[in-house]
């Protein structure tokens, strides 16, 4: 069974860092496409960043420039370096995967099939 794991959430005040991690489990080969989503009550879940198994990185507008998506082969772990963060940042972030490729372009929901529980992310003013 696939199980994707998120951890890494937290409180933190405007302005400051938290680093989100993504294990996963069960699958061994590397995803064609991985990816962190955002949700906060009664919105729709928002794409946030998006890795390729080749590399190739995308980013929402809403974060580019201070969110960097990485992944540690070795580990099997997918990360979010969230830097600069604003209160507008604060949601329950999500990890997805799919075993379809991805290149450039803003991703949806519909793009992956796997998803983790979820970690929350919450900063203050």
């Known amino acids: 069974e696939v199980q994707l794991v998120e951890s890494g959430g937290g409180s933190v005040q405007a302005g400051g860092s938290l680093r989100l991690s993504c294990a996963v489990f069960?699958?061994?080969?590397?995803?064609?496409?991985m990816g962190w989503f955002r949700q906060v009550p009664g919105k729709e879940r928002e794409w946030v960043a998006a890795?390729?198994?080749?590399?190739?990185?995308t980013y929402a507008a809403s974060v580019k420039g201070r969110f960097t998506i990485s992944k540690d082969n070795a580990k099997n772990t997918l990360y979010l370096q969230m830097n600069s963060l604003k209160p507008e940042d604060t949601a329950m972030y999500y990890c997805?995967?799919?075993?379809?490729?991805?290149?450039?372009?803003?991703?949806?929901?519909?793009?992956?099939?796997?998803w983790g529980q979820g970690t929350q992310v919450t900063v203050s003013s």
């Open positions: 997805a995967a799919d075993m379809a490729y991805c290149s450039g372009g803003d991703k949806v929901r519909s793009d992956f099939h796997y």
């Open positions: 890795r390729s198994s080749s590399d190739i990185t």
């Open positions: 069960g699958y061994s080969r590397s995803y064609g496409c």
